[in-house]
Structures are given as structure tokens and as C-alpha cells.
């Protein structure tokens, strides 16, 4: 049986709490939150007898070192949170995005390098039966040249959302982009994006983008996005098409993937069964835990799909494309820097040997 300790009790909490108690294997040991009552209330909708207590060194005192940890706070703490954790020797499993910024991230890819504890984000959305037959089409046909994801949706959010910056780009765009280098196999070298609303949105920052992304491999992925659009919404995955030297493939972010090559007629694939999105990236973890494969959102790898955000951002902010060669050197300066004005030399002296996206 291993032990979990869940930090966080607010809505992602609770479903994360649901999908421990879908596996026997799994314990929460305790259950951090920065409302103790917060916790109280979540453990005892479960009938769970643990302790519930505000902080993860509390949590580390009262109960026997866990197996994992699990980071379901606000972004803003998701750094904190995971580093008092991996200085504990305790892997960590991390809701999206891994930090806020970028520099922050390289940060965390260094202490968990130094230290050789896991840390990994949950990109929920990547762990989808639909998405998995996409990508394998494409694979099929030769792989994307040119890829393509609409999101048009319409929540009605309300609270801090709607006063955000860039609440398309920032909150949500990450699972989009994600999914996208995911099905391309590559990662992303440069970005244009525009970011906009329309006259009637109802959030005060930018609720739509669109974005180009040409990759390391030549492909481009185009990516437009609302989180405005009444009517003809699509899939919270969005809607994908790719086109490939023999054929091209559809998905409806959801089941439909539909594929036709040059000379034959559309056919649509059946996606496999399998365990998806929470369930699936917590089965990948702790498969790595036992000694499987590295995660796919391992935080080496996932940074580039925070990276991929950050940039947009920083294009649609100046107009201009940006190279994620730039982004990742800003936040390497701007990480060793800090890093040396606490005194944490260590982590100073990885980030700067890197010179930019961390080795994987």
C-alpha cells in the first residue's frame, strides 16, 4: 500500500481524492491545505480518518514519509509545494502548469535532477483514447506536416478568470499545446500569436488567440482558440485536423478520428479502450515508480509545453514571433540569477551548464 499526501482540497483536490480511491493500492496519509477546515471537510466527506493540517512540513512530521505527494494548490504555490517535497526525498505528481514561469520551472528541473527525485506534471488531457488513435494515424500516413486545433467554448466562470491577463492562453492553451507536440513527436522552435477579444466577451483580458508554431522539424501547428464562442462549441479538446505525405486525419476531440489517404475512402478508427486522463497519468507515474518509463509530463520534457505559453504570450504582447531559444535563455538568466542571490549555488551552476531547455 502506498502512501499519499494530497495537497490541496478544492475542486481538483476532491477529484484527484476520487481517483485514489478508484485505486487499492492507494492511501492519503494526510491532507494539506492552506484552510484546515478546507481539508477537514474533504477527508470527512470521504470518511477518511487522517490528519489535516496546513502545511507540508506539518504533514511530513506527523505521518511516515509517503510515497508520493500530490500538488493540487493554485499555480502561485505549485513551486514551493513540490520543491519542500523533493528536498524530502519524496516524489511529486504536479496539476498543470508545473509553475507559473518558466524560470521557475527550470528551478524545480534542477533541484529534481540534483536530488534524483521525480518530478512529473499531470497533463490529463494527453491521456486520451481519442487522442492516442489521432496521433497514431498521423504516425501511419508519415507524420503531420501541417496541424491544426480549433477551441471555441464558452464558460461562464466567473472569480478569476475573468479578470486574468490572458485567460485563454494562460489557463487553458496549455492542454492544446501539449496534445500538439504530443502528436508531432517534436518540439516547438518559433511562435507568432495573436491574442484578441471580441466585442462581446465578457472577460477583461484576452479570450482568444490564434498562434503558429513551426517546430523543430519544419511542421506547423496553427492553433485558434475562444473562450467566448456561443454556439457550435467544440470538443474541451478541441477540434484537430493533419495533414501527412499519404493522407490526412480528423479528430473530434472526443471519439471520432476519421483518416483518408490519396486514392482510398474515408474510414473511421476505433479508438482502444484504455484508463484516461487522471487515471491515466496517475497509473503512468506510478508505473514509473516501480521502475517503468519516465513520465511523459516528467517536468524535463513538459517544460517545453509551459514554454510554448509563455511565448505565445510574449509574441502577442510584442507583436512579433518569438523563439523559444530566447524564452528558455530569459528564464535561465533570470532563474540562476535568483538562485544565486539565495545562496543556492547548485542550482545555479545546472541551470547555467544548460544554457537554455534542460536536457532530456
Keep these: 500500500m502506498r502512501e499519499v499526501v494530497l495537497v490541496g482540497a478544492g475542486g481538483m483536490g476532491r477529484a484527484w481524492m476520487d481517483v485514489i480511491e478508484r485505486r487499492p493500492d492507494l492511501r492519503v496519509s494526510a491532507v494539506v491545505d492552506v484552510s484546515v477546515a478546507a481539508a477537514q471537510a474533504a477527508a470527512r466527506e470521504r470518511g477518511w480518518d487522517v490528519p489535516c493540517v496546513a502545511t507540508v512540513a506539518e504533514a511530513f512530521a506527523t505521518v511516515e514519509p509517503p510515497s508520493m505527494l500530490l500538488n493540487v494548490t493554485i499555480p502561485e504555490a505549485h513551486r514551493g509545494v513540490s520543491e519542500a ?195 491515466a497519468a496517475l497509473a503512468e507515474f506510478l508505473q514509473a515508480l516501480d521502475g517503468g518509463p519516465t513520465p511523459s509530463g516528467e517536468i524535463h520534457a513538459n517544460i517545453w509545453s509551459l514554454a510554448m505559453v509563455e511565448a505565445s504570450v510574449a509574441s502577442a504582447r510584442s507583436g512579433a514571433p518569438v523563439l523559444l531559444d530566447d524564452v528558455f535563455a530569459r528564464a535561465a538568466e533570470t532563474c540562476v540569477t535568483e538562485a544565486r542571490s539565495n545562496g543556492d549555488d547548485a542550482t545555479a551552476d545546472l541551470v547555467a551548464s544548460w544554457g537554455g531547455a534542460p536536457p532530456r
Excluded at 498543470?96 to 524545480?108: E, I, N, Q
Excluded at 533541484?111 to 497514431?136: K, P, Y
Excluded at 522539424?217 to 457550435?232: I, T
Design 85 to 279: 517535497a523533493l528536498h524530502a526525498g519524496v516524489p511529486v505528481l504536479s496539476e498543470k502548469p508545473v509553475t507559473p514561469t518558466v524560470a521557475d520551472a527550470l528551478a524545480l528541473a534542477a533541484v529534481s535532477e540534483r536530488l534524483g527525485v521525480l518530478l512529473a506534471t499531470s497533463q490529463s488531457r494527453r491521456h486520451l483514447a481519442g487522442l492516442r488513435a489521432f496521433r497514431d494515424a498521423v504516425a501511419a500516413y508519415g507524420g503531420a506536416a501541417q496541424l491544426d486545433a480549433a477551441f471555441f467554448q464558452n464558460p461562464r466562470f466567473g472569480g478569476f478568470r475573468d479578470e486574468m491577463d490572458s485567460p485563454l492562453l494562460i489557463d487553458m492553451a496549455i492542454h492544446t499545446f501539449d496534445q500538439a507536440r504530443y502528436v508531432l513527436g517534436s518540439e516547438p522552435a518559433s511562435v507568432y500569436c495573436e491574442e484578441f477579444s471580441p466585442p462581446w466577451s465578457w472577460y477583461r483580458g484576452g479570450a482568444a488567440a490564434q498562434a503558429i508554431f513551426r517546430f523543430a522539424d519544419g511542421a506547423r501547428f496553427a492553433y485558434s482558440g475562444s473562450w467566448c464562442a456561443d454556439g457550435l462549441t467544440t470538443s474541451w479538446n478541441g477540434a484537430w485536423r493533419a495533414s501527412a505525405a499519404a493522407g490526412s486525419v480528423e479528430w473530434d476531440g472526443e471519439q471520432a478520428v476519421r483518416a483518408q489517404d490519396a486514392h482510398g475512402a474515408a474510414r473511421t478508427l476505433r479508438p482502444v479502450e484504455q484508463a484516461e486522463g487522471l487515471d
